[in-house]
Nanobody
Framework: QVQLVESGGGLVQAGGSLRLSCAAS????????MAWFRQAPGKEREFVAA????????YYADSVKGRFTISRDNAKNTVYLQMNSLKPEDTAVHYC???????????????????????WGQGTQVTVSS
C-alpha cells in the first residue's frame, strides 16, 4: 500500500505558476505509476497528467498540455506537478493518484480514468484569480 499527501496549493493570479508535490509513504514508490487529477466546483474529477514509474513516459490532458509538467523523484518518494501560465479555469482541488505497475514495463502508463488508480491523496486547493 501507499499513502499520498499533496501540498503546494494556494492562491495565484492568472499567468502565475505553482508547483504541487505529492509525497508517498512506503519503500515501493518506484513501482507505482502516478497521476494528477483535479475537481472544480460542481464538476466531475478530471485527469490532468500521468507519469510512468521510470519517468520515461508522460501523458497530459489537452487542457494543460504545454503549460503543466509532471515529474517524479523516486529517491524522494515524490511526484510533482509544475503548473505555469495558470488560468482561472485551472481552479480546482488537485489530487495525486497511484497504481502499481506490477510486471508491466517501466514505461507503462495508465489511462485517464479514475477507476484505473488504486490510491488517492486528500487533495490540495489551487485557486487562480483573474
Amino acid at each position: 500500500q501507499v499513502q499520498l499527501v499533496e501540498s503546494g496549493g494556494g492562491l495565484v493570479q492568472a499567468g502565475g505558476s505553482l508547483r504541487l508535490s505529492c509525497a508517498a509513504s512506503g519503500r515501493t514508490f518506484s513501482s507505482y505509476a502516478m497521476a494528477w487529477f483535479r475537481q472544480a466546483p460542481g464538476k466531475e474529477r478530471e485527469f490532468v497528467a500521468a507519469i510512468s514509474r521510470g519517468s520515461g513516459r508522460t501523458y497530459y490532458a489537452d487542457s494543460v498540455k504545454g503549460r503543466f509538467t509532471i515529474s517524479r523523484d523516486n529517491a524522494k518518494n515524490t511526484v510533482y506537478l509544475q503548473m505555469n501560465s495558470l488560468k482561472p479555469e485551472d481552479t480546482a482541488v488537485h489530487y495525486c493518484a497511484a497504481v502499481p505497475s506490477g510486471s508491466r514495463s517501466s514505461n507503462w502508463l495508465p489511462g485517464p480514468r479514475e477507476r484505473e488508480y488504486n490510491y488517492w491523496g486528500q487533495g490540495t486547493q489551487v485557486t487562480v484569480s483573474s
